[in-house]
T-cell receptor, first 114, second 113 residues
C-alpha cells in the first residue's frame, strides 16, 4: 500500500512554461485535493474532487486546472507558470464521509518558477 | 467565506510543560475540525480531530476542545517532549458537503529539554 504518491518530487520551470503534477492514491478514496503551502500561509486549497469526473474550485484556483479522469488519479496543471506559483504542492485524499473525514497527504512536490 | 485564525504563531515551552494552541472559525456550518502536525520537510499528518457534535476528545497526551457557540477550538498537549516540536495546523470544513478544509496559518511549537 503506497498510500498517496506525487510525481515529480522537485521541478524548476521558467516563466510561461507549462507542466502537470500527478497525484495517485491506492486506497480507493472518493475525494482528492490539491493544496499549496507557502511560508507563513499554511495550506491553501487549490481545487478538489468529490468523485471521478468531477472537480471544484477551492480558495486559490486561479492559474491552475485539474482533471480526475480516473478515480485513483488527480492531475494539477499549470498552463503558463508564474513566479507566484513557486510553492510546495501537496495532494491529499479521503474516503467517503460515512467512513472518515481524515485526509491523507502525499509527500509533496517542490516547484520553483524562475 | 470561511476563515480560520490560529494563535499563537510561535510557542516555546520547556519539556514537561503543557502547550495550548487556539483557533477560531467564521462559518457556523463547519462540522469537522482536525489538527495536523508537520515536521520539517515532511507531509502533514493528522494527530486528532473532533466533530461538531462533540465538545472534547482526548488521545493520550493530546486533547481537543470545541466551543461551537463561540466558534473556537483548541489543541492541548500535556507533558511535552522534544519530539513534539513541529508546526501544528488547525482546520475546519467550509463547504456544505463537508469535504473541503480551510487551514489556519500554523503554530511553530518548540520544546526545549
Amino acid at each position: 500500500n503506497a498510500g498517496v504518491t506525487q510525481t515529480p518530487k522537485f521541478r524548476v520551470l521558467k516563466t510561461g512554461q507549462s507542466m502537470t503534477l500527478l497525484c495517485a492514491q491506492d486506497m480507493n478514496h472518493e475525494y482528492m485535493y490539491w493544496y499549496r503551502q507557502d511560508p507563513g500561509m499554511g495550506l491553501r486549497l487549490i481545487h478538489y474532487s468529490v468523485g471521478e469526473g468531477t472537480t471544484a474550485k477551492g480558495e486559490v484556483p486561479d492559474g491552475y486546472n485539474v482533471s480526475r479522469l480516473k478515480k485513483q488519479n488527480f492531475l494539477l496543471g499549470l498552463e503558463s507558470a508564474a513566479p507566484s506559483q513557486t510553492s510546495v504542492y501537496f495532494c491529499a485524499s479521503s474516503p467517503r464521509l460515512q467512513v472518515s473525514y481524515e485526509q491523507y497527504f502525499g509527500p509533496g512536490t517542490r516547484l520553483t518558477v524562475t | 467565506g470561511e476563515n480560520v485564525e490560529q494563535h499563537p504563531s510561535t510557542l516555546s515551552v520547556q519539556e514537561g510543560d503543557s502547550a495550548v494552541i487556539k483557533c477560531t472559525y467564521s462559518d457556523s456550518a463547519s462540522n469537522y475540525f482536525p489538527w495536523y502536525k508537520q515536521e520539517l520537510g515532511k507531509r502533514p499528518q493528522l494527530i486528532i480531530d473532533i466533530r461538531s457534535n462533540v465538545g472534547e476528545k482526548k488521545d493520550q497526551r493530546i486533547a481537543v476542545t470545541l466551543n461551537k457557540t463561540a466558534k473556537h477550538f483548541s489543541l492541548h498537549i500535556t507533558e511535552t517532549q522534544p519530539e513534539d516540536s513541529a508546526v501544528y495546523f488547525c482546520a475546519a470544513t467550509y463547504n456544505q458537503a463537508g469535504t473541503a478544509l480551510i487551514f489556519g496559518k500554523g503554530t511553530t511549537l518548540s520544546v526545549s529539554s
